[in-house]
């Protein structure tokens, strides 16, 4: 996957025969033929395009992804481009083991994993040409990476060798695709743990790889309890993450006197291990703590206290001494109470994500608490975000105290079934951030639909809601409703033009107590803003046929720039449009280009869709809990296969189809593009 | 590796018990640490449905148990009030109360007051028990520190980080009649009994394993966070 660290331009052209012709021409294409990025040739007349997909049913036949579960099955899918150019030949389908150019170039040879190649017949048409290489058995990870990186090839002349007119979906610095490990399932690392104080506020639960004196400087990940918790109750998280590699401490949490005394203890007891590192614990960690990858998770209060304490040293307020504020590389708040608001309680600057329980019976989400909305703080995070929320799961199943899971309402997930899912999500996260393992990125976005790992609970309760946002540098807005609040206009200055009804733009802060559906609180069931905060989208009702249809900005004319077109919705709760049908609403999502010609894809197509609310009561009359957002990032690839003819150079509008009626909320229109 | 064994809480109080003395609480100091700059709050209409608006009367001090004066070598910073004034000396106590103003939530929860002092709760006190870290100031607590742990009250739920002096005299005198507890002579004689001499130890750390002793002897349920407190010290 080249494009993904060098070049913005190449890997949509070499999708799309229309607008580069030359890479239908026959095989050993000459280097200056292709749009490709500088540095990416270095094996003349190889061809590096996408080859890793997921197969679908039903047109658009496969989806490109990076990323696949061990058991699971992985196909290749050549573009049109191939198609065109190898129709009619028999070819040699490798599954290899991972080299960057200096690598391939040293050794051609094709050694596949799965002991010999496939062989494929080039066939007229994409969807003959969707082919399963592996159904799911090839075991995933490489020692502590979570991925074992994986280019793909098509050995056109069949000669074993990645050579001239040869395909290849990898090389360069970047695996083709990664085969994950099973997330929730340990790593290879024995795990010991040792508890020790340094006084008052400095208890301290450490984990570690039982082999660390093998191993280099390792990163930290420090946990901040919550209040009326322990320190001590985060073993799921300590084991896991320390048996991948990760030093886990968990330390007491000053939080009963409040957030910013919880701030501070997350302060004190990170520098104290840094600090003292060579002797603690016998000075088994000397050396071993790479104080420039860390990673901070904190619960409730301390959540809350996480990001406040992020914010400290963003703002000068605190000046750490043992490390300073680029080292902090993730900062996670599960289930963050917001008593400081929107000036004091947010993660700037850094990656950041956020853990919600549906069930949550403390910090509640309920519209007559803004302190207890979590995804206020998830909205104020400016960089890379990510939001996990969980129906069913109560404020205590995020620890393995002995207490209640302090959860209200049906269908509620267990302690062992939500840290299942919390090691399902943290270990990419982690893996991600501080490990630079960016393919494993698609664990955060993907809908379990289409994605979901094993050793997860089979439970039908467990529902997973979505957000995902990457930086600003990987991203054209299109939309995100912060400016320009008239409802024909988007944030980027073009025309929006809806044929929806009652469509509302604002902030998204329900401006009443309760989630009753009544009229006059257009906004009911937004949590994302509390006073302060400016977080805004639109809701409105939508029907069969009903568009909304976003001018696309001179920036994202041309495609060739982007991977994914992405919105966020939800579902409104409570209303009757909502109720009246509970399950997944599904939308089209399609292109227009300048001549007219209109490129769309269903969102259930790639197994995408948003859930309905969390069927609690409470908070009012009704049914139905906080409207939960989930990101839909549709592959712009599967979206043009619709129209052979769609002109990828001159896109001009963004337009979203309902197929159902539905109460929605929607935001965060945008062209992005993978890492 | 296993998890450290804990120290036996016997053997914390013999240690504890090896330092004490029989003095009552040392002279107050005044307070030296403001707020944090970034620590204000937003001020504006957010809705606290849980209830940590205005300061409330919530009586709920049912007995004092337990009482002995504390002095230490090396102070620290009472964070548990605005002005976070620094602790030399003061009172150890266990407390019976309402459990439900007891009950441990991320929300804002009732601040435990003596006199004009907020009390540092080392243990939640899932049912009631409570064992307390009470500071003496005379400045700000407004009261002789031999007479502070004699007027128990609770305050509406809040921040304790975030009361000054003023917000809990406003809330006090907004106290309906028999929302505190006074201390009468015969349960202070009781407490003071049970309590013992002067705990004169060095710093923060020894005065909460002492606390951590007492949580094991007064909350027994809570002994989770007393071993917590109890684990192996390093680096002193």
Not at chain 1, 168 to 176: H, L
Not at chain 1, 421 to 444: D, N, Q, R, S, T
Not at chain 2, 26 to 46: F, I
């Amino acid at each position: 996957m080249i494009h993904k660290q060098s070049s913005l331009g190449w890997p949509a052209c070499a999708a799309l025969a229309l607008v580069c012709p030359a890479a239908t021409s026959q095989q050993a294409l000459p280097a200056s033929a292709q749009a490709l990025p500088p540095g990416a040739r270095q094996i003349a007349g190889v061809h590096y395009v996408e080859l890793a997909a997921r197969a679908l049913p039903a047109a658009p036949w496969a989806e490109r992804v990076d990323a696949f579960w061990e058991g699971s099955s992985m196909s290749l899918a050549l573009d049109e481009a191939q198609i065109a150019r190898l129709a009619g030949l028999q070819v040699d389908l490798y599954m290899v083991d991972h080299k960057d150019d200096a690598q391939w170039l040293a050794n051609r040879a094709l050694v596949d994993l799965r002991g010999g190649p496939s062989t494929h017949l080039v066939q007229v048409g994409f969807a003959a040409n969707v082919v399963e290489l592996d159904p799911g058995n090839i075991f995933g990870g490489d020692g502590e990476r979570l991925s074992r990186g994986l280019d793909i090839v098509v050995d056109v002349d069949r000669d074993g060798t990645l050579s001239s007119g040869d395909c290849i979906d990898g090389a360069g610095r970047a695996p083709g695709a990664g085969l994950l490990k099973t997330a929730p399932l340990n790593g290879p690392y024995q795990v010991v743990e040792q508890i020790y104080s340094a006084g008052t506020w400095l208890g301290q639960d450490v984990y570690y790889p039982a082999n660390i004196a093998q191993l280099g400087p390792r990163p930290l990940v420090v946990v901040s309890h919550g209040n009326g918790h322990n320190y001590q109750w985060y073993d799921h998280l300590g084991f896991h993450l320390a048996s991948w590699g990760c030093i886990v401490m968990s330390h007491t949490n000053n939080t009963v006197p409040g957030i910013v005394s919880a701030s501070t203890t997350t302060l004190s007891n990170t520098e104290y291990l840094l600090a003292n590192q060579a002797t603690v614990l016998g000075g088994v960690l000397a050396g071993k703590i790479d104080r420039t990858r860390i990673a901070w998770i904190g619960h409730s209060r301390g959540g809350e206290g996480v990001a406040h304490a992020h914010n400290r040293i963003r703002t000068g307020a605190y000046a750490p001494v043992n490390f300073q504020l680029s080292d902090i590389k993730l900062v996670s708040s599960i289930a963050p109470t917001d008593f400081l608001g929107p000036t004091s309680s947010l993660a700037l600057g850094v990656a950041y994500s956020l853990w919600t329980g549906g069930a949550d019976a403390d910090v509640n989400g309920c519209a007559d608490c803004d302190l207890c909305q979590t995804f206020q703080l998830h909205e104020r995070a400016n960089f890379e975000r990510y939001s996990i929320s969980l129906h069913g799961a109560g404020h205590g199943a995020f620890h393995n105290g002995s207490a209640s899971t302090v959860a209200t309402g049906p269908c509620q997930l267990s302690r062992t079934d939500t840290h299942l899912v919390m090691k399902a999500y943290f270990l990419p996260m982690v893996k991600h951030h501080l490990f630079g393992e960016p393919i494993v990125e698609e664990c955060l976005w993907r809908h379990w639909n289409g994605f979901r790992g094993f050793s997860l609970p089979s439970t039908p309760c467990l529902v997973v809601d979505l957000m995902f946002r990457p930086p600003a540098s990987r991203r054209l807005v299109v939309d995100d409703f912060q400016t320009n609040p008239a409802t024909n206009l988007t944030s980027s200055g073009t025309s929006l033009v809806a044929t929806v009804t009652g469509l509302v733009e604002g902030v998204f802060n329900d401006n009443d107590t309760v989630f009753t559906d009544l009229a006059g609180d257009p906004m009911n069931g937004m949590t994302l803003a509390g006073p302060g905060d400016v977080s805004a989208g639109i809701v409105f009702d939508s029907a069969p046929g009903q568009r909304l249809t976003f001018e696309l900005p001179a920036a994202g004319r041309d495609l060739r720039r982007y991977t994914h077109v992405s919105l966020r919705a939800a579902q409104a709760t409570r209303d009757p449009l909502t109720t009246a049908v509970l399950g997944e609403h599904d939308m089209e999502v399609a292109l227009r280009d300048g001549a007219g010609r209109r490129a769309v894809v269903r969102a259930s197509a790639l197994s995408m869709g948003i859930s309905e609310p969390y069927q609690r009561t409470a908070c009012g009359t009704g049914t139905g809990w906080a409207n939960e957002f989930e990101t839909i990032r549709v592959d712009l690839e599967a979206l043009l296969r619709s129209e052979p003819a769609f002109d990828a150079t001159d896109a001009r509008s963004i337009e979203l189809e309902f197929v159902s009626n539905g109460r929605i909320g929607l935001d965060e229109v945008a062209l992005e593009v993978d890492p | 590796m296993k998890k450290a064994l804990f120290h036996v809480p016997a053997a914390c109080l013999l240690v504890a018990a090896a330092t004490w003395a029989v003095r009552e609480p040392a002279p107050v100091r005044l307070p030296e640490r403001q707020p944090a700059p970034d620590a204000a709050q937003d001020g504006d209409a957010r809705k606290i449905a849980a209830g940590g608006g205005a300061l409330e009367a919530a009586p709920g001090v049912l007995r004092l148990v337990a009482a002995a004066p504390f002095t230490l070598q090396k102070p620290y910073d009472h964070v548990w009030r605005l002005e976070a004034p620094q602790v030399w000396s003061g009172w150890l106590v266990a407390l019976e109360a309402d459990p439900a103003l007891c009950a441990p939530r991320q929300t804002p929860e009732p601040v435990l007051v003596a006199g004009l002092q907020t009390a540092a709760r080392v243990n939640h006190g899932v049912l009631g028990r409570v064992v307390a870290v009470l500071p003496c100031d005379e400045r700000l607590a407004g009261a002789p520190c031999a007479e502070l742990a004699r007027s128990w009250w609770w305050s509406a739920p809040a921040l304790p980080e975030q009361l000054d002096e003023a917000a809990l005299e406003a809330a006090r005198s907004a106290l309906p009649p028999g929302a505190i507890h006074a201390v009468g002579e015969a349960e202070w004689s009781a407490a003071r009994a049970r309590g013992g001499e002067t705990i004169a130890v060095l710093d923060e750390t020894e005065l909460w394993r002492v606390a951590a002793a007492w949580i094991l002897e007064h909350a027994p349920e809570d002994r989770e966070t007393a071993q917590g407190l109890l684990v192996p010290l390093e680096g002193r």
